[in-house]
């Protein structure tokens, strides 16, 4: 092994690890015997460096968690490992970002002696996060589509504009299973089910990586399970929370999806730091599990355990902290992983062995990604080679990926209720009041991960870089024979109440009155919703809930339309209402979408991803509850939703049919198909959703009463109808029994075929026995209820 007096130039091209004929295996070995320490180092951090604005290369990036800037040219001259955000740091033409990231790589490859470029990695939750591309709907729409298929043609389309522009990693998506509807960042998940969340994710992960890009899971792992919903506050959960809820969906992520990358948790599971835990980094996710890719840290985690958890005496003690229990990567800067780590290497204190366990997994990574090849030239993704692209000459926000956008919002939107058919809107509906502090505001639409949310608002000289038209503007559009008027009321938070007067004026003088309330999305208490903006509690923000109940006593009939990044309680106006509709952040093309839903263009098949509480308080709960988390005798609050996970409305009806018997025992590692025929009755074309949820009466622990464990978006023509089949294997009704492993139990069970998770829209039960002796599962399990939708037939 070469030390660091002992490093020669390597000149000689037909180096072993040059040669892509070989195993990456090998050419990694051949590279890592060949470098100093401080080379080894430099591959395993990265610098915030955004794109300069002309084109010319990157710019450190200063933050709040910095000391210092990085000096970009210093530290390259022993290679770098990845660059963090080059399009996402600040506002960048993209074909201009493009050649900047280009000449950054020439720069990088020409002052390392291997000539090795970085990774470069951005934010892509809801598109890739740069001005001028897609914005698309958050996490709990993909959720509400309950249709993997098409989260998965989005993130494809994701994946082919970031490494369209030389980026090689996402980082989503977001896996965290929603544990307290105030948390912050409930906008970024999925949704409260972990079955749900993995199949979604997993889809996700798929058109991601099948683009050429590096999919990130995250946040591993129990950072939603955070005490009082407080971003970064301790996890309590115990062992069979975690195993049977937090972690599934990434169990299913990496062996469904096939994710290459994984980021750590910033949180402390009883009393121990996720990033300083090996047992889940190293023994469960490569051990268990046998992930062979990367694990990078969220940014400044490992610098936390010395600033914020109290677990390293300094920066060196978190180095050893996070190389021991299995960060690869330090993002988004070097904070430890420098200098501070060199030096502990030299003094003893950590072992070289770990920075070259390390190593490994990253230069494996950049050796699959071509970046090792002899032939890899940075200008490939930059517009004109290396001369001067024109500014809008990379578009990152085409007709298809907006017409992508405006399918998965349109198929999110849901409709919550709809007393007396009040929608859609009637077309001899003239008048049309059109109140809230959302519903002219094109921000609405967005999530905090979006560009213009979480680093636009920041550059407000600049445009926002793609066109966001509001429900207002959309709802005018879809209906231009009718009089709308538009008034705000009041703002999202703020307590200014002057606008009451106007709005109600406008309410009590139309047909109808549309009101458009709900979040809006900022970082750090900067918004409702958003990373570090948790709730109190789940009544809507400032006084929106006041300006609806001063709405509805107009006693004009009121359309509510809920924009926002969490479900919140409406128990105290459902009653009232003529309708509501549920839309969470829907991306650019939200407003088309939720509009053509109030007009009747589209019918809503969209069902609810996360329960919406009756009342604003009683948290944290979600429908995964055993009998005792029930409403019951034992306490004055009933916990029991207004609006159940899994609910949704449509303008059209469907019959199920044909339902199975089902068998009277199947082995306890047997399957068999549940089918049954979904019609449309309806005059309509729309959308039906089958959800199969597992009931487990009597178990050796307390168990939910009924769980997801399988689901089919079924889209009908009117007059049309399906056969859908649904394989259960005995390994969905798997649990942690009382030795700590996962089981697959002997006894009853019940299978239930729902509109939703309550009891009242279970459509049909089958009850059957699990036999033979009780089994231990692993990873090896089905994790899958394998469905199949047939091609429809007309009724007869």
Not at 175 to 201: C, K, M, N
Not at 298 to 320: Q, S
Not at 389 to 411: F, I, K, M, T, Y
């Amino acid at each position: 092994m070469a030390t660091e007096t002992e490093s020669e130039p390597v000149s000689e091209a037909e180096a072993p690890w040059r040669d892509p004929s070989l195993p990456a295996e090998d050419r990694v070995a051949d590279l890592v015997g060949r470098m100093t320490l401080t080379e080894k180092a430099a591959q395993l951090y990265s610098i915030w460096a955004g794109a300069d604005a002309d084109g010319e290369g990157v710019a450190p990036h200063m933050h709040d968690n910095l000391a210092e800037p990085a000096d970009f040219e210093q530290l390259i001259t022993d290679g770098l490992g990845q660059l963090t955000r080059p399009f996402g740091t600040a506002p960048v033409d993209p074909a201009l970002g493009t050649l900047a990231l280009a000449r950054a790589q020439q720069q990088i490859m020409a002052a390392n002696r291997f000539g090795i470029p970085a990774m470069a990695h951005e934010e892509c939750l809801a598109g890739f996060a740069a001005w001028g591309a897609t914005v698309y709907p958050v996490p709990p729409a993909w959720g509400a589509a309950f249709d993997p298929a098409l989260v998965e043609e989005m993130a494809r389309a994701i994946g082919r504009d970031l490494r369209s522009v030389g980026v090689h990693q996402g980082l989503a998506p977001v896996l965290d299973v929603v544990r307290d509807l105030r948390w912050g960042r409930v906008e970024e998940t999925i949704g409260e089910d972990p079955y749900l969340v993995g199949t979604v994710g997993a889809a996700y992960v798929r058109g991601l990586e099948s683009a050429g890009v590096v999919a990130t899971l995250k946040h591993f792992a129990g950072y939603s399970a955070s005490a009082g919903a407080r971003n970064l506050a301790p996890v309590r959960a115990g062992g069979r929370e975690l195993a049977d809820v937090v972690l599934p969906p990434f169990e299913l992520a990496l062996r469904e999806g096939g994710a290459r990358s994984v980021m750590h948790s910033y949180a402390e599971i009883d009393g121990l730091p996720v990033a300083a835990d090996p047992a889940l980094l190293t023994q469960l996710l490569r051990g268990d599990w046998g992930f062979t890719g990367t694990v990078v840290a969220d940014y400044f985690g490992i610098g936390f355990l010395e600033t914020l958890h109290k677990v390293a005496a300094d920066r060196a003690d978190a180095a050893r902290l996070a190389l021991t229990a299995g960060i690869d990567v330090e993002l988004p800067t070097v904070r430890t992983y420098g200098e501070e780590l060199i030096a502990a290497v030299g003094r003893g204190e950590i072992p070289e062995a770990l920075v070259d366990r390390a190593l490994y997994r990253v230069l494996r990574q950049k050796c699959e990604l071509g970046l090792l090849d002899p032939g890899w030239s940075p200008l490939s993704a930059a517009p004109g080679g290396d001369g001067r692209p024109e500014r809008g000459s990379v578009d990152l926000d085409p007709a298809a990926n907006r017409a992508l956008a405006r399918r998965l919002a349109e198929q999110s939107v849901i409709l919550l209720d709809n007393r007396g058919g009040a929608l859609p809107l009637a077309a001899r509906t003239r008048r049309i009041a059109v109140v809230g502090p959302l519903a002219d505001d094109p921000m609405a639409m967005l999530g905090c991960y979006s560009f213009p949310a979480h680093v636009g608002v920041a550059h407000p000289e600049v445009p926002l870089g793609i066109r966001l038209p509001t429900v207002f503007r959309s709802l005018g559009d879809e209906l231009p024979d009718a009089e709308l008027t538009c008034t705000r009321g009041c703002a999202v938070s703020d307590p200014d109440r002057s606008g009451f007067e106007a709005a109600v004026a406008a309410a009590r003088d139309a047909e109808v009155c549309v009101a458009v309330l709900g979040d809006r999305a900022g970082l750090f208490g900067r918004g409702t919703s958003g990373e570090g903006c948790d709730a109190a509690d789940l009544a809507l923000p400032g006084v929106q809930g006041e300006l609806l109940a001063a709405l509805l006593a107009t006693g004009t009939p009121v359309v509510l339309v809920l924009l926002t990044g969490r479900p919140y309680a409406l128990g105290a106006h459902a009653g009232q209402l003529a309708a509501a509709v549920q839309a969470f952040f829907p991306g650019e093309e939200g407003g088309p979408a939720v509009a053509g839903v109030l007009s009747g263009r589209v019918n809503p098949s969209g069902r609810l991803p996360l329960s919406m509480p009756a009342g604003p308080g009683g948290q944290p709960w979600t429908y995964l509850q055993p009998p005792l988390g029930l409403a019951g005798s034992v306490s004055n609050l009933d916990p029991t939703p207004l609006y159940p996970f899994g609910h949704g409305l449509s303008y059209t009806s469907f019959a199920w049919e044909d339902l199975p018997a089902g068998v009277p025992e199947l082995p306890t590692d047997g399957a068999f198909d549940l089918t049954l025929t979904v019609r449309n009755t309806g005059e309509r074309d729309g959308a039906e959703v089958v959800q199969l949820y597992l009931h487990d009466p009597v178990a050796q622990t307390t168990r939910p009463d009924s769980r997801l464990i399988g689901y089919a978006r079924v889209p009908l023509a009117a007059g049309e109808a399906r056969r859908v089949r649904l394989r259960f294997h005995a390994d969905l009704a798997s649990f942690t029994g009382r030795a700590g492993h996962r089981i697959v139990e002997p006894g009853a069970i019940e299978l239930r075929l729902a509109a939703s998770s309550a009891p009242a829209d279970v459509r049909h039960r089958v009850t059957l026995r699990l036999t033979g002796p009780e089994r231990a599962v692993g990873h090896d399990r089905e994790l899958l209820c394998r469905t199949v939708v047939e091609e429809p037939h007309k009724i007869p």
